[in-house]
């Protein structure tokens, strides 16, 4: 069985660099694998571990995912290899693109099961994994806090809001995971040293069969930071009808009534 974990590098966003006119800059932040991936990531580690499959990780994004350092980052923690597809126009490209490049990118390593984490660090929209699964045409479940291998099929927990539910998947499958499925391991030193001499393959968009001049959908017009709002900061205290009357009297103050 081949698994493919699909990863997003993102900025840290303890480094990124909010300006006077609200703009931001990314040019001090350094890069890293976004936390929600860590867990698919460890996902795949430990079903590769249990069946005895192969691990590959792949990701796409503009050519800053090539450093080396995010390379060794990755790749320490376990997949065997590494696929990285890079494009200027993969940096700031919508969930459609994206998905759709990974969708095709599947097709051509062949595998039979794909993790995703819940979201990423950055925008979080949730949809990714969910948009490949469809693209695939293949059993596609998001929420999954445990997975346990079953030979042609895995059976897969989530939690809802009052119980947990059990559904058997028959592969191949897309499956994003949630924060809570495991706790990522850290890599040790031997991992570390070994990372480096792990297969790294960088494809284009034309190697994935996608025309760049096609895929582009969305255009960034900016991206700034909300304006700061003002707060009273008003705390009223008495009886419920005392303080019913004296919120009325702030609003009407206000303007607002």
Not at 154 to 164: A, N, Q, W
Request: a negative charge; charged letters at 25%.
């Amino acid at each position: 069985m081949n698994i493919i974990v699909c990863c997003k590098f993102v900025p840290n966003t303890q480094d990124i660099e909010i300006r006077p006119d609200g703009s931001y800059s990314l040019d001090k932040a350094e890069w890293q694998i976004s936390d929600y991936d860590l867990q698919a990531i460890e996902a795949g580690v430990q079903l590769a571990n249990t069946t005895g499959s192969r691990l590959l990780a792949l990701s796409v994004g503009s050519s800053r995912i090539e450093a080396t350092q995010l390379r060794k980052d990755l790749l320490s923690r376990g997949p065997e290899e590494l696929h990285l597809v890079t494009d200027s126009i993969l940096g700031d490209a919508d969930t459609a693109v994206i998905s759709k490049v990974l969708a095709e990118m599947i097709k051509k390593l062949e595998a039979d099961l794909v993790l995703f984490g819940d979201g990423s660090a950055d925008y979080y929209f949730q949809q990714t994994g969910l948009q490949v699964g469809e693209r695939l045409a293949w059993a596609n479940l998001n929420s999954i806090d445990a997975i346990e291998p079953m030979g042609d099929r895995v059976r897969v927990e989530r939690l809802l809001e009052d119980e947990i539910e059990v559904l058997e998947v028959r592969l191949p499958a897309v499956l994003t995971v949630t924060s809570s499925i495991n706790t990522p391991s850290m890599p040790g030193m031997k991992a570390i040293l070994s990372a480096g001499k792990k297969s790294v393959k960088v494809w284009s968009l034309s190697d994935a069969g996608i025309d760049a001049g096609q895929a582009a959908r969305i255009d960034v017009i900016s991206a700034s930071a909300p304006e700061n709002v003002d707060r009273k900061g008003i705390i009223i205290n008495g009886t419920i009808q005392e303080t019913v009357a004296e919120l009325i009297r702030n609003i009407e103050a206000e303007g607002l009534l």
